[in-house]
């Protein structure tokens, strides 16, 4: 078993240094696993266990009949790990929004220190504009796409990567959420996204900051009103 364990390590490490050296990139193909296993010596059946653990993690995708790729899908693992912490209790979806709360305000300082140069944030005009006579499910995605135009706004890959993978889930039930609103509480909502924006556009991060709490406290009231 520990033998096992030592090749499979093998081909994880064999994989990783052909990134590094960047004889692999995002969308190549990795060597076969019968390929793999007679560079390093080690039988197939580990090499599979290697290729599978990657696989898991989201760094490689394999395709049927074609082989594996390097995929570099990390944010899939994030939010796989994390819906099996919601399955085990270990977590749920107040953390899930308290954390977002968090980091969303880092995500603001970073976005807003870059605000002269950024396109995404001047893409939330468009959607503020169709979000008053947009239909409730409109309203939900507009919502969302707004909070991923701030991260995406920041330019820090880890941070993006982050907050997709916690979005993931996250999406799941604040939808449920959002369908219980009623009007005047979308319009609140609204307001929060505006108020983010002005921020940026008047030079004014305290404002946004509020607007971000204000944003996560209707969220969290209206959680506790349907008991997610």
Known sequence: MEENKKEYEKAIAYIR?????????????????????????????????????????????????????????????????????????QTNA??????????????YDLAYKKRDEN??????????????????????KIDEEIHYLLVRATKNTLLITMMN???????QWIGTVLRHASPDIMKQLHNAHIAIYKSFVQGNPKQGIQAIDQHYDIIDRMSLTIHI
């Open 17 to 89: 240094s052909l990134i590094i050296k960047k004889k692999i990139t995002i969308g190549s193909r990795i060597p076969s696993e019968r390929k793999i296993a007679e560079t390093l010596f080690i039988s197939r059946n580990s090499t599979r266990e290697a290729l599978k653990r990657l696989e898991n993690m989201g760094l490689i995708e394999s395709q049927q009949g074609r082989g594996n790729y390097l995929s570099g899908n990390i944010a899939q693992s994030f939010s796989n790990a994390i819906e099996m912490m919601i399955i085990l209790h």
């Open 94 to 107: 107040a953390d899930i929004c308290q954390f977002r709360r968090g980091i969303e305000k880092t995500i």
């Open 165 to 171: 993978s916690i979005s993931a889930v996250y999406r």
């Open 119 to 140: 396109k995404y944030l001047f893409k939330m005009t468009e959607l503020l504009d169709v979000f008053p006579t947009a239909d409730l499910e409109m309203q939900i």
